[in-house]
């Protein structure tokens, strides 16, 4: 990073440090009860404590493989389903009427159901995550692939593309940017319903670790696993945003 | 029209419906015929409308043919195919691709090796004088680069039958005037078969050899006009013979062009 970009940076999360500022005096200062806020300076003290214990990164770990896994697996199949979906119509006659009664379903009554199913481990989580996350995908690349101009397709077709090809050629890249901003909203779902599953049904995760150490009283170790938890979504959010910057450099 | 068999595309009766997503069904065309000879430029003149793209799309394969049958090198057209390149109106590249890649896509499609592809794509790059942009988006070109690529990317693939869509219709006027010596120039160099849309009389008479101009719709042949006026000449635009035939074409598409508005009018 050159000199100036990380001036920039700093320049621009420097409300945060007020943030920190008036959390540490307001906790310190006795405004508000220990009870309620530890001080700052005491949660990244517990931070590190679970941190060197390897907790954080047990548990970090375990949070995360639950989210690439679910997450992935929606993309796939998301953009597979919105593609033909968009472009085959019988297949959208059975699929778009489940799709539409599923999208407004708050997808967190379904984590007794999935713990149901698949127990307090994994694959609950990555069944609820996966069932989240699809829709969005699935409805951006249905948008994207169903706004894919005629002309692209046609010139392909003239070229000696076939038209199962023109799909992968032409709609797919056609439809990148809805699609891309489709993850970009399951990558938020993705981290609320790994959270409020882990907080649950769980006895791992950094969800887990939220509820548990809630329970147990220890209020500073909880806090520094919710900041962890928010700094992993902040990093997702920022990676992700330059990966589709990447992406989509050909458009003006 | 008798041409002893030398047709090379046979367009024999045809009509075709236009049914919309929503409303009711349009007859786009009714009854064309017309038959264009190996190496020739033809027009498709008319009012907005008439059918002439649907026309050409219903060579291309683009669009089914029901009712009537059109027939390329004596065999029915069944869908697209690279002996049939088309050009669009507003270009049609693939915005993900640069320049090289655009026109490398149709060269990997019909099978031309890799040293081969390469060549040949910087030949046609620097044919319509786009080098130094090979590595460009099309949404960092203007529109006649836009248009001059993918006419590389169409020509690259050397098609026998240029279909174009109002290829000029959505430059500048003085960019138009430069892409269409431009490509007079490439069809007298590779004399493909060349259908040309377009609703400008004098680009039509000026570029066609026959000017083939339909009514408004349901879109017919009107009548086809021979325009052969000498292309290597743009002064040509000044000569009486050539404002005469202008004139003469002008009143024939005028009444259905005022069709063509009284039916858009609510």
């Known amino acids: 990073m050159n000199p100036r970009i990380a001036n920039n940076v700093l320049f621009r999360y420097a409300p945060l440090l007020l943030i920190a500022v008036f959390w540490e005096i307001a906790a310190r200062s006795g405004i508000v009860s220990e009870l309620a806020l530890p001080p700052l300076s005491t949660v990244l003290e517990a931070w590190w404590k679970m941190f060197i214990s390897g907790e954080l990164i047990v548990n970090g770990a375990s949070s995360m493989y639950r989210t690439v896994a679910g997450l992935g697996l929606a993309i796939i199949v998301g953009v597979l389903l919105g593609i033909f979906m968009a472009w085959f119509k019988p297949i959208n006659a059975v699929l778009a009427p489940i799709v539409e009664v599923f999208y407004p379903l708050p997808k967190s009554a379904l984590i007794p159901v999935t713990a149901i199913w698949l127990g307090f481990g994994d694959g609950s989580k990555i069944l609820l995550i996966f069932l989240g996350c699809m829709i969005p995908v699935t409805i951006g690349a249905y948008n994207g692939a169903r706004g894919s101009d005629q002309a692209l397709v046609w010139s392909a077709r003239a070229m ?22 489709g993850v970009r909203i399951a990558l938020a779902i993705s981290f609320v319903l790994l959270v409020s599953s882990e907080l649950l049904v ?7 670790m939220i509820g548990f ?7 500073d170790a909880m806090f520094a696993a919710v900041l962890t938890v928010a700094l992993l979504g902040f990093l997702a959010d920022r990676a992700y945003q330059m990966v589709m910057r990447k992406a989509l450099q050909w458009q003006e | 029209m008798a041409m002893n ?3 090379q595309i046979v367009i024999n009766r045809v009509s075709h419906v236009y049914r919309p997503p929503r409303g009711r069904e349009v007859l786009a065309l009714q009854d064309v015929s017309l038959e264009v000879r190996r190496r020739e430029f033809v027009a498709l003149l008319g009012p907005s409308g008439c059918g002439k793209s649907t026309l050409l799309y219903l060579i291309g394969g683009f669009l089914p043919t029901v009712d009537g049958t059109i ?36 060269l990997e499609k019909v099978g031309l090796e890799r040293a081969e592809r390469e060549k040949r794509a910087q030949a046609f790059i620097d044919m319509v004088g786009l080098s130094g942009f090979e590595d460009s988006y099309p949404s ?46 490439i069809w007298q160099r590779s004399r493909k078969t060349v259908i040309f849309v377009t609703h400008d009389v004098q680009e039509a008479v000026y570029l066609a050899e026959r000017v083939a101009v339909m009514s408004a719709r349901p879109g017919r042949i009107k009548t086809i006009v021979d325009t052969n006026f000498d292309k290597n000449d743009r002064a040509v635009f000044k000569q009486k013979a050539f404002i005469d035939k202008v004139d003469e074409i002008w009143e024939l598409v005028r009444n259905e062009a005022l069709a063509a508005l009284e039916e858009r009018a609510p």
């Not at chain 1, 150490?213 to 209020?219: I, N, Q, V």
């Not at chain 2, 004596?74 to 088309?86: E, L």
Request: a neutral charge.
């Open chain 2, 140 to 185: 960092q070109l203007s529109g006649g680069m836009k248009q001059r690529t993918a006419i590389a990317r169409t020509l690259a693939i050397d098609p026998d039958i240029l279909l174009m869509d109002e290829p000029f219709g959505a430059l500048d006027a003085q960019t138009r005037s430069l892409m269409q010596t431009e490509l007079l120039a």
């Open chain 1, 160 to 181: 000696g593309a076939s038209r199962m090809r023109t799909l992968l050629d032409v709609v797919a890249p056609s439809a990148l940017p809805e699609i891309l901003s």
């Open chain 1, 213 to 219: 150490l809630g329970d147990g009283g220890a209020y």
């Open chain 2, 5 to 7: 068999g030398a047709a």
């Open chain 1, 202 to 208: 769980s006895r791992q995760g950094l969800g887990h």
């Open chain 2, 71 to 106: 027939a390329v090198e004596g065999r029915p057209v069944a869908g697209p195919g690279p002996d049939r390149g088309i050009v669009f109106q507003h270009f049609a590249l693939f915005p993900w691709k640069t320049v090289r890649s655009n026109i490398l896509y149709g």
